[in-house]
């Protein structure tokens, strides 16, 4: 059969199979959207993925099952949106903060939030008798600036997170600064963002790392994550599949909605196959290749539905669990 026939065999399986209703197929392709994706991975798309989308772009976002046995079926608008995040993490050639009135600006107002947080702690840290004399201090010496205990701050920010702020103390001691109503962490969110669209078309750093002694003296180190290094995730079977992070040549096809999909490698390595089906993300420390190519990936799931007569049991990817474990075993892949 062909791809079509086989996805819509797949589909019907499920409709007959599922107690809850699944999203509708979406059957208003974009085709520009083909050329966009072409743009993007430096390749001619599959044939099979054309003809596939041409029919079928994806499902409708009607809150019902996802098409997938669970896994969201991406329609081509969905699949460019993937690739802004690998796109963002590409360097310009010359390095360079455009603004540096601005970055510096955005800095201090982050510096300015964590030190006004830094004081409060330190006050708290300190003994009924040295709080008592500081408020003599204030009271009779209301010129004399306090000697707080605190030595630095050690924040690191990327473009959606941070890590820290750590607090280091004169005696050594170390505290993580934070709030109980989370208006310090939506301050850095925001401000880290900031700051990384400032300065992300001149040098888009994956991550900057800031220290602010108490002294007013601040430490800043911009830098980037390796993600051309090997991952340690294992390829099955080996060397299959190029152990990267992320590569623009992976096609997501289906989402988990947990950062992993099952989709076509254009990129193999030196034993894989173009077009292979391939799992991949956030969480996979073992990237399967499920098939040699889409359509031969949904006639192995067909013929295992054909072969599952057991009755007494509810066939594998039918039980809610997260099918990137359950399929390699289904399609006996080792």
Known sequence: MNIINEFEKLIDWQNKHFTEKLNSLNKV???ENFNEIEKIIEE???EEFIELYSQYDGEQDEK???IFFGHKFLSTSKILSYFEFPKSLIKPKIRTIKNPIESDRIINKIKDVLIVHANNIEIKNLSIIEKLKNILLKIFYPNVENKTQWKRIEISLTQ?????PELFFENGDSKFISDDTHALSEQLFELGRKLYLEEKESYNWDEIFLVFHNSNKIEINRSDYDWDNETPFESIPKEKIKKKYFNLKWIPIFFDHGGNYIGIDLD????GKKGQIIIFGRDEDKAYVLA???NEFFNKINSATDLFKNKELSFPLLNGYHIHSILPELLKIS
């Open 29 to 31: 392709t974009i085709k």
């Open 44 to 46: 001619k798309l599959p």
């Open 64 to 66: 019902l099952r996802n």
């Open 160 to 164: 959606g997170s941070f890590k820290g």
């Open 268 to 271: 193999p390595d030196k034993k």
């Open 292 to 294: 040699d190519s889409l």
